[in-house]
Every structure is written in C-alpha cells, then in structure tokens.
C-alpha cells in the first residue's frame, strides 16, 4: 500500500508561488526559504502573520481553502462568487463558521474537491476542513487555482 504523505503548511506557500511561476512564464524570487514565502504571502495580503508560527505543521483542507481563496481575491483580481449558496451540499460546511465562504469559494470553483461519505439515505459530500491535505492533493489542488477566471 502505497504511503499518504502529508504537505506541510511551508511547503503548500512555496508551491503556490511555484505554479504561480510556471503559469507567468517567469521566475518571480530566486532561492528563497519557505518562511520567506510565507512572510512574503503575507506582505501580499494572503497569509496571516500567525501562519508563520505553522511552517512545520500540516496543512488542513479549511486552512489551505483560506490560503487559495485569499490569493484568488488578492493577488490574481478575483471576485467572490456572490451567490453561495449551493456550497450547502456540503453538509459540514458550517462546522467552521470562520471558513464558510473561504470553502465554498473554493469549492464552488472546483479548486478542492468535497469529500463522499455513507450517509443515512445514501452517500453524503463534506469539505472535512480538519483533514490534513496530502502532497498529492496539494499538487492537484495549486494546479487547479490559476485555471479558474
């Protein structure tokens, strides 16, 4: 069976930044550390000076959902989508009151796939924000953001 490695919160920035490169056609830094992606993501108006304090830590589903949908918004121009309503099939959307539009943006935008589980009457979707993102998710995931409009 093959081993689920999770991405952690350093590595998720720098790779944004990396797709970030290959979809401009440029390089935007030189050789720089992961914690200077972040303070950069943070300059930018993206990432929150707290999330230094995480450079070692894997990242979950809702914080990488605020990460992509803050960048969305404040870096590449983006409005929110207004209406979210249909974000609501995800019947753990309010479980985190602070990341609802960030997961419904994100999910609305087909950038981070929900999650399908047995349910009562049938299978049931959920964001499952807790969940760590595995680097195979996130690959799949930072490939996903600059192909939205």
Same mark, same amino acid.
């Given at each position: ?6 991405? #952690? /919160? @350093? ?5 944004? *930044?990396?797709? +970030?490169?290959?979809? &401009? %056609?440029?390089? #935007? /830094? @030189? ?5 200077? *992606?972040?303070? +950069?993501?943070?300059? &930018? %108006? ?104």
């Amino acid at each position: 069976m093959k081993s689920v490695s999770n991405i #952690l /919160f @350093g590595d998720f920035i720098k790779r944004l *930044y990396l797709e +970030r490169n290959a979809y &401009e %056609g440029e390089k #935007l /830094f @030189g050789e720089i550390t992961d914690g200077e *992606y972040v303070r +950069r993501a943070v300059s &930018e %108006g993206w990432a929150e000076s707290i999330d230094l304090t995480e450079m070692d830590n894997p990242v979950e589903r809702r914080i990488a959902a605020r990460l992509i949908h803050e960048y969305i918004r404040n870096v590449l121009g983006i409005s929110d989508i207004p209406d979210i309503s249909s974000a609501s099939a995800l019947k753990d959307l309010y479980d985190c009151r602070t990341c609802v539009n960030h997961i419904a943006q994100v999910f609305l935008r087909g950038i981070i796939d929900p999650k399908e589980i047995p349910g009562e009457n049938g299978n049931i979707l959920i964001f499952d924000g807790r969940a760590t993102l595995s680097e195979e998710e996130a690959d799949a995931v930072l490939g996903r953001v600059f192909s939205i409009s």
